[in-house]
């Protein structure tokens, strides 16, 4: 039976819990007319491509998460019209405006939420993103699932309170046919881009944040430079810029010419075939997208260890800790200097670990199940509940939990 599903969201802009919707719907989660899109800040990027499927969406224009005063009668407008069975929220403000639009609705929707990120310190969040977290775990006894995208993410929140007999993890999915290696692609890029086949290419794409720690990245790669004269680096990313505040400095003018800094692009898919090692380099991760991508296109890959980006790994690739430059450096030095038959069977292994456990159609399936589960419970009660939890469901204390979580410092690097 089909199940009518409305999905409220922070924001539709370039980021990956936009991305994971987005790719939910493409790949056909539910029919077009059976499933809305309602934004509380703005369409972004995203909102346009996402009408382009045949779904409305609707954007509130909220500010920085903060209700205007029309937006709870349009929102209840719109949820009244849609007529949901299954309200989903992502991320923690959109999960808070999800639980009040069941609250709106005459026939009371069931309510999913989706948590996105790793909780490491509380206290490094904005305050309003504060508020909001622990507005989340007091009310987060009324959804009829709590979908983590990490399987870390799901302990951290457990252990600070969040209830847990309704929550599960689904990891992002990705499109294993249109993320794949392409030789012919490669030298064609490669030439493009001005590396020739002798050079050795790092690569790494995230936006210029914080948690994605591109001074770490940076240094990093300053230090392989040093020691192999045929390294390059593609950095790929909003806001990368060896002027930036943050960044400026780190790099000596005798290698910047040895970086390509392409700023945010729409073709990332493409400039990956240009790589010969990627690298993660954040502190702070839930299922960092870019990591998987890479593995699909058969690349060799260094990360730190955050989130669930060891578990993603597999034995295919070498995992570090967080804010090591030098530890991240070796294992550079390592996958660069690798012999390239083995360097191609590790991508490989990473390419078949992405193709068995995060395939989009497996994600998909795992969505509809959910939905069908909490919206339809009297009609398919006989669909499997929601996992239990992987541990005692007893919270610790806030300000233990709180503080408590730091990525761990030991170093290990696979063979």
């Given at each position: 039976m089909s199940v009518r599903v409305l999905h409220v969201i922070t924001g539709l802009g370039t980021g990956g819990a936009e991305r994971n919707l987005y790719n939910l719907l493409a790949a056909g989660v539910s029919a077009p007319d059976e499933v809305a899109v309602i934004a509380l800040m703005d369409e972004g990027s995203y909102g346009p491509r996402i009408r382009e499927l045949g779904i409305e969406v609707h954007a509130l224009?909220?500010?920085?998460g903060i209700p205007a005063p029309w937006t709870l009668p349009r929102l209840g407008a719109l949820v009244r019209r849609f007529a949901p069975d299954v309200i989903q929220g992502w991320m923690y403000h959109g999960n808070l405006m999800a639980s009040?639009?069941?609250r709106l609705c005459r026939q009371r929707p069931a309510v999913s939420w989706n948590v996105r990120q790793c909780l490491y310190q509380i206290e490094r969040h904005k305050p309003l993103t504060r508020w909001a977290i622990r507005a989340n775990r007091r009310l987060s006894g009324g959804p009829g699932a709590i979908v983590f995208n990490s399987r870390l993410s799901r302990r951290?929140?457990?252990d600070f309170g969040f209830r847990d007999d309704a929550a599960l993890v689904i990891p992002n999915g990705f499109d294993t046919a249109?993320?794949?290696p392409d030789s012919a692609s490669r030298q064609q890029v490669r030439k493009?881009?001005?590396f020739t086949d002798e050079q050795r290419?790092?690569?790494?794409?995230?936006r210029c944040h914080p948690i994605k720690d591109h001074p770490n990245l940076l240094r990093a790669c300053v230090t392989v430079a040093e020691r192999m004269p045929l390294a390059r680096f593609l950095v790929v990313g909003r806001g990368v810029d060896f002027d930036a505040p943050e960044l400026a400095g780190i790099v000596p003018d005798e290698y910047r010419s040895r970086f390509l800094l392409t700023g945010e692009r729409d073709d990332v898919g493409e400039l990956m075939q240009a790589m010969d090692v990627f690298c993660q380099s954040s502190w702070l991760e839930a299922f960092p997208n870019a990591l998987a991508e890479a593995m699909a296109c058969e690349l060799s890959c260094v990360a730190t260890d955050v989130g669930d980006s060891d578990y993603i790994l597999g034995t295919s690739g070498r995992i570090v800790p967080p804010r090591d430059s030098q530890a991240l450096a070796r294992a550079l030095l390592e996958a660069l200097n690798e012999p390239a038959d083995r360097r191609r069977e590790?991508?490989?292994e990473a390419r078949e670990r992405i193709v068995s456990e995060f395939g989009l159609d497996q994600v998909v399936e795992q969505y509809r199940q959910l939905y069908q589960r909490i919206g339809l419970p009297a009609q398919i009660g006989s669909l499997p509940s929601a996992p239990s939890s992987e541990a005692s469901t007893e919270p610790a204390s806030e300000t233990a939990?709180?503080?408590?979580?730091e990525p761990a410092s030991e170093a290990s690097t696979r063979p």
């Open positions: 224009g909220m500010r920085q009040m639009a069941a951290q929140h457990r249109a993320v794949a493009r881009l001005g290419v790092v690569g790494h794409v995230a590790r991508g490989r939990s709180e503080t408590a979580s």
